[in-house]
């Protein structure tokens, strides 16, 4: 695979500037949550480059997006809580949420097969 790759991804752009932004605002965040947030898009940003490393259609590209989806999910869920606790994480939330539209597309764009 070839690093242009990553760059064209937009899922994987979108999960690196969530890693990105989970790693600035959770340092001042409680360190159990502030952990699981930087796992959760860490562990995201992996799925998606793995899953990168396989055919465009196949089955084990769709499982490593379903666990960057699972990932974000989970993400989305800790910036939720960290808000609802005034934690100011607007903009991870909104990261959050950019990329899990865009890995649903991604996956979607796996059951489509090049003609």
């Known amino acids: 695979m070839q690093v242009e790759e990553f760059d064209r991804s937009a899922a994987y752009v979108a999960a690196k500037g969530a890693l990105d932004v989970v790693q600035r605002v959770t340092g001042g965040w409680p360190s159990e949550v502030a952990q699981s947030a930087r796992r959760c898009a860490s562990d995201m940003v992996a799925a998606i480059a793995e899953s990168l490393e396989h055919a465009e259609t196949s089955s084990a590209r769709r499982r490593c ?10 993400l989305a869920a800790i910036c939720d809580v960290a808000r609802a606790h005034g934690l100011g994480c607007e903009e991870s939330l909104r990261c ?4 899990l539209s865009l890995l649903g ?5 796996t059951s489509i097969a090049n003609d």
Not at 96 to 99: I, K, L, P, S
Not at 105 to 109: F, G, R
């Open 65 to 74: 997006l379903r666990g960057a989806l699972c990932n974000a999910i989970e």
């Open 96 to 99: 959050a949420g950019r990329t």
């Open 105 to 109: 597309l991604s996956y979607h764009a």
